[in-house]
């Protein structure tokens, strides 16, 4: 395996989570006893310019389907922040009715339906048919397919330039990354921003964030291995953010290399020395992250079976890619986790890729009152608790299983 930015060998592991299931890949009762197909979760790292990676075991366009089940639009803090996002680049780059917003990974017009209030002209482009016939519903046009450098020309020569042109968790799910990147400085208007947003590799190491592995992120990215892929595409990054979503990202602001419009701010060497001091341009310290992942695995295991034991019922919220990768690395399965809760319409009723737990409504946690929810998207549990507050009226705890076994109440 060769490095998807730089070509280099790969001869360095991060880590190695056994075999799992595209995380998203749900299943209908009657494919329960149908073949399965599993694809090996081993990541690694690049030496030369940090990239952490996993090879395309599972093929793009075979992950971002037409039965895609991820809706952005059920998460509410997720349209909070989405929306808070659209107030602040209105304001600070001067946004209008004569500017063209972009997305790329537009998913269900989450995002662009703010823009759009603000009669800011918007274009999605998102390759999951169903989440792309959502956002048309909300009268957000959109372009069904994948981005890259051979769409970017083609936008561009029909005039459809951005101003902003922005992607929210999408850079790490590019298996061509440099294609991906090729195409961003084609549909960019000579003065024009982009924006990007992407779980911090520095948080997923700090905080055992393991679970964020799964076969839709090809990529694992830190601002050092950004800042080198960007610049070989001749766009500079000139400013960086640490936001709070999903336990800790990014949010990177890049330029063409020949605007002298935009100063590069103090944030961006910070943010690289920030790096380096925690060792992300050491190998040991890449190589060092499997056993933290194990003992996360062995942990939750001894708490569901302890569970099993008292006869404790133990159920979960939340349908998350990321509980999908804890759940088939611990090897969970239905008789010591009941089902899962999940606020998605697209989700229940069907069962979790690998572990083959069924997915259920809300209503299933008040009928059966389990002793456990374990709240799966773990940076969501504030959300997720305040909702299911109600539990306690039986008695019933919260659990969560990164980056650390928490019970509470």
């Not at 639009?73 to 659209?86: C, D, G, M, N």
């Not at 964020?212 to 050092?224: C, G, P």
Request: aromatic share 12%.
């Amino acid at each position: 395996m060769n490095c998807r930015f730089c070509n280099n060998d790969l001869r360095h592991e991060f880590a190695d989570l056994g075999f799992s299931p595209p995380s998203n890949a749900f299943l209908t009762k009657e494919q329960l006893n149908a073949p399965e197909t599993f694809y090996p979760l081993k990541i690694m790292v690049c030496e030369k310019c940090f990239l952490v990676q996993i090879d395309e075991f599972a093929k793009h366009d075979e992950i971002f389907n037409s039965d895609y089940a991820y809706f952005s639009s059920f998460s509410v803090s997720w349209l909070a922040h989405a929306k808070a996002y659209t107030e602040m680049m209105t304001e600070r780059f001067g946004l209008n009715e004569g500017s063209r917003v972009i997305e790329i990974a537009s998913n269900d017009g989450y995002l662009l339906q703010y823009f759009k209030e603000k009669n800011i002209p918007v274009l999605g482009i998102e390759p999951t048919a169903n989440t792309a016939a959502a956002a048309k519903e909300k009268g957000i046009e959109s372009v069904i397919d994948f981005f890259g450098v051979k769409l970017a020309r083609t936008l561009a020569e029909k005039g459809l330039k951005a101003d902003l042109l922005l992607g929210n968790n999408v850079l790490a799910h590019v298996p061509d990354i440099n294609d991906f990147v090729g195409g961003l400085p084609v549909l960019l208007k000579d003065n024009g921003v982009i924006t990007f947003e992407f779980p911090h590799l520095l948080q997923l190491i700090d905080k055992n964030q393991f679970d964020t592995i799964y076969h839709e992120h090809f990529s694992y990215l830190s601002l050092i291995a950004v800042k080198q892929i960007f610049e070989k595409h001749s766009l500079q990054v000139f400013d960086v953010e640490e936001v709070p979503t999903h336990g800790g990202s990014l949010r990177i602001f890049a330029k063409h290399a020949g605007d002298a419009s935009k100063e590069i701010t103090a944030h961006v060497q910070q943010m690289l020395d920030k790096e380096k001091e925690f060792g992300l341009e050491d190998i040991a310290v890449y190589e060092s992250f499997q056993h933290k992942a194990e003992k996360v695995k062995n942990d939750f295991t001894e708490f569901l079976i302890k569970a099993k034991k008292e006869n404790k019922k133990v159920a979960a919220y939340g349908a998350a890619a990321k509980g999908n990768t804890l759940l088939n690395y611990a090897g969970t399965k239905k008789d010591l986790l009941s089902f899962v809760a999940d606020a998605s319409p697209h989700k229940q009723n069907k069962f979790l890729p690998g572990a083959h737990i069924p997915v259920l409504s809300e209503a299933e946690i008040k009928k059966s009152k389990p002793d456990y929810i374990v709240i799966l998207p773990w940076n969501l549990k504030e959300e997720i608790s305040d909702q299911l507050a109600y539990i306690k009226e039986w008695q019933g705890s919260f659990a969560v299983a990164v980056p650390a076994l928490k019970i509470f109440n």
